[in-house]
């Protein structure tokens, strides 16, 4: 078995004679320099364990070259105890963890573990930016546990996909994971479809039926959109949490239940709270261990891998490709719709390809949408960029067309908001095209 590399920086012989030791005898391969400057001349090695204590520069800037310098790889810092601010500011610079000295052999061996799990391949799951890392740490942490978890982020960051790495690399991964989406299913259905209903419960209940929280019992669910939920359901799904036990509509026996609840919305709750649309006492009951997805303009690292991946996951057997131009422009674009557009704009490209190679012609990227600095993608005359625009507003047309006029349909088909739709129409009214009557009424 290859043994894992770990840099070591630690400017006390003494300390770090004694951590060696410890991951030596832990299996791991270590090398040790005493600056931060000599670490970052190192080649790229997996883990970077640095102390706070570096003669020659300050641990947040040490993090921050670092994660400018490689493109893989993950820093732990070793910062005192009484330095509990520079442990945060440590983790904002991009430190994937950090660990408060003095420490156990055991708490320093468990770290690494932890972190080596974060870095194997996850399916369905691309997290490159040490931001993404750093989430995934909590993540980790969490699914040790069995307090309830509550995941925020906005639409299209993969907070499904968040939820299901929990659940997997918990205690739990044998059990059942149950997915609700609690804004799919009219209010007047969600109590039933959580809690089941017995026969006779409401017009239709010709049988009994359990509901999604008994079938997730010695597992996991998961309470997609958990903000739509309606005050009555709230209450419900309180004494859910308090008691470990749900009672079926029409019945009045408790089943007891042994499972793990995760919660996601993209809203703030805090504030739904204080509006009075959400409960305080279920929020805080959800809010145990918070996990932040961050939009995917916040995590740009992700986004030629994400690319990577859906191209594989799409393509149709042939070898294709991101040409220079098209890696320009994704890399530049600010996601609005962050991975779900993402995936929509590759599966789209992979159908407009006219080779081997997706060039940015064929992303078909909203301009108007585009950061200022678009100009910067390299393009062979402003031609080019008309004849961008010009099948760009084609495809729009021919996705009203499909779902007869209806903009919140064609927005997601486009996989963006139905705000930036308007205003792509809008642009399209003042270069001319009359959108009446291309589209008939419907328009």
Not at 35 to 55: F, H, K, M, Q, Y
Not at 249 to 257: D, F, P, R, T
């Amino acid at each position: 078995m290859t043994k894992t590399s770990i840099l070591l920086v630690e400017p006390k012989d003494e300390l770090a004679h004694t951590i060696i030791k410890v991951l030596e005898q832990s299996g791991y391969k270590i090398t040790h320099v005493r600056t931060g400057r000599s670490a970052l001349l190192e080649t790229s090695t997996p883990i970077t364990l640095v102390s706070s204590d570096l003669p020659d520069m300050c641990v947040r800037e040490f993090v921050h070259c670092h994660n400018k310098k490689a493109e893989t790889g993950v820093v732990i810092a070793i910062v005192e105890q009484n330095q509990g601010v520079l442990a945060a500011e440590t983790m904002k610079a991009g430190a994937t963890d950090y660990l408060l000295r003095p420490f156990e052999s055991r708490q320093l061996v468990s770290l690494l573990r932890r972190v080596e799990v974060v870095g194997k391949p996850i399916a369905n799951l691309v997290a490159t930016s040490w931001r993404s890392k750093q989430v995934l740490q909590l993540a980790h942490r969490a699914a040790c546990t069995k307090a309830s978890v509550l995941i925020t982020g906005e639409s299209g960051t993969g907070k499904e996909v968040l939820a299901r790495y929990v659940h997997q690399h918990s205690p739990r991964v044998s059990g059942p994971f149950i997915a609700v989406n609690c804004a799919a299913i009219p209010e007047s259905m969600l109590e039933a479809v959580l809690f089941g209903h017995v026969k006779g419960a409401f017009t239709g209940a010709t049988h009994s039926q359990s509901g999604k929280f008994e079938e997730a019992d010695q597992g996991t669910i998961f309470l997609d959109e958990i903000g739509e939920m309606s005050p009555s359901v709230q209450a419900k799904l309180l004494r859910v949490l308090q008691e470990r036990e749900v009672e079926r509509v029409g019945s009045h026996k408790a089943v007891q239940l042994d499972i793990r609840v995760i919660a996601a919305t993209n809203k703030d709750l805090r504030k739904e709270v204080k509006n009075g649309h959400f409960r305080e006492d279920l929020y805080y009951r959800l809010d145990v261990l918070p996990l932040h997805w961050p939009p995917l303009r916040e995590r740009s690292d992700d986004i030629l891998p994400i690319s990577q991946f859906f191209i594989s996951k799409y393509q149709d057997g042939s070898q294709c490709h991101l040409s220079h131009d098209a890696t320009v422009a994704l890399s530049q674009y600010h996601w609005p719709g962050n991975i779900r557009e993402l995936e929509n704009v590759i599966q789209r490209a992979l159908v407009m390809r006219h080779g081997d190679y997706i060039t940015a012609l064929d992303l078909m990227l909203p301009v108007e949408l585009l950061n200022s600095d678009y100009d910067a993608v390299p393009s062979k005359s402003m031609g080019h960029v008309e004849i961008k625009k010009q099948a760009e507003y084609q495809y729009i047309l021919e996705k009203l067309r499909h779902y007869g006029g209806n903009r919140t349909k064609t927005a997601n088909a486009l996989g963006v908001t139905t705000r930036a739709l308007r205003y792509k129409l809008a642009a399209m009214r003042e270069q001319g095209i009359d959108l009446q009557s291309a589209l008939g009424s419907a328009a």
